[in-house]
């Protein structure tokens, strides 16, 4: 059987869901699955590690390390990797993911295949499914030629069942490798946002034109309080300069796939359709029956958004708070 070393991502000690699925899916191959966590929170998602399906557990435990800095990480994995030496290779398409495998995969004559949504494994045998042009076909990605394979797994596409907290993992530490740097991080300075990264967020209520501008965005996080929700938008808003880049849902922006994706206001560019077709259940709102947003909606509403929206978040403060 093969052995499968998964990435694990956590926030201040927490352990991404992205992270999870992962795990999951190594242990359902029956393969041997072995977690390496970085940064100075790592040793507090070893249980979580484990009840998520690692049998050992790597960490490096160093301040250096929380906050992603390419040659760093690339040096580190690259000594977990040769002390573990997987055959399988399994890590989030999250923006570390997709700056550092590359990487790891040029120094070590590794395939790779990034930004897949379907993951089959079987033994050391493994395809991943992918989607190209925009959605507008899949690609299945198999490996030759090289005895390490590394998968880059877009969040949420995979099922996370509840944790299985009786299990527990050989944990091994060890001390973090300095290569001469030619880059340093000095400082990460975050977005002023509480909520839950786009691409981690189970409910995204999105914006778009139809807004008409910037200020009618609080009507969306006033929704978005009353669900838990995070709050999105299209790319003709962020050109706009109503919201940041960070918010952009599509193609040259974030890919997610929550649960629920309220779209209001969005006429349903290929670009954005792209980064959100892979939601579970989509509602859209619209003036315009004929916007391309509806053949992808599971529910659609034709009229005003300045009336349906403010009517369905006193709707759902109701059905929620009772």
Not at 69 to 74: D, G, M, Q, R
Not at 144 to 159: D, F, G, W, Y
């Amino acid at each position: 059987m093969g052995k499968i070393l998964v990435f694990a991502e956590q926030v201040n000690g927490k352990l991404k869901r992205s992270s999870q699925e992962l795990l999951q899916a190594g242990a359902k191959s029956g393969n041997t699955v072995t977690a390496v966590i970085f940064g100075s929170h790592a040793g507090d998602v070893t249980a979580a590690a484990a009840h998520n399906g690692a049998s050992e557990v790597h960490v490096v435990k160093d301040a250096s390390l929380d906050a992603y800095n390419p040659e760093l990480f690339t040096a580190n994995i690259a000594a977990v990797i040769e002390k573990v030496q997987p055959t399988i290779i399994l890590a989030s398409a999250s923006s570390t993911g997709r700056d550092l495998f590359p990487r790891v995969a040029a120094r070590l004559g590794a395939g790779i295949a990034s930004d897949c949504t379907e993951l089959t494994i079987s033994g050391d045998t493994v395809t991943a499914t992918k989607p190209m042009y925009s959605g507008k076909c899949f690609a299945k990605a198999g490996f030759e030629n090289t005895s390490l394979k590394i998968v880059l797994m877009r969040a949420n596409q995979l099922p996370v069942a509840a944790a299985d907290t009786s299990k527990s993992a050989n944990v091994t530490e060890h001390a973090v490798v300095k290569p001469d740097l030619k880059t340093l991080i000095k400082e990460v300075v975050k977005g002023t946002s509480e909520k839950l990264d786009l691409t981690e967020a189970n409910i995204i209520v999105s914006g778009g034109r139809g807004l008409k501008e910037a200020g009618n965005f609080k009507m969306l996080h006033d929704l978005a309080d009353v669900l838990g929700a995070t709050v999105g938008a299209s790319r003709a808003v962020v050109d706009a300069g109503w919201v940041g880049h960070g918010m952009q849902v599509g193609q040259t922006g974030k890919t997610v796939a929550p649960t629920l994706y309220i779209a209001v206001g969005i006429s349903g560019a290929i670009q954005h359709l792209a980064g959100m077709s892979g939601s579970k259940v989509i509602v859209a709102i619209n003036n315009d029956p004929n916007a391309p947003i509806f053949q992808k909606a599971t529910y659609g509403i034709v009229g005003d958004a300045f009336e349906i929206v403010p009517k369905l978040t006193e709707e759902f403060k109701k059905a929620l708070h009772h």
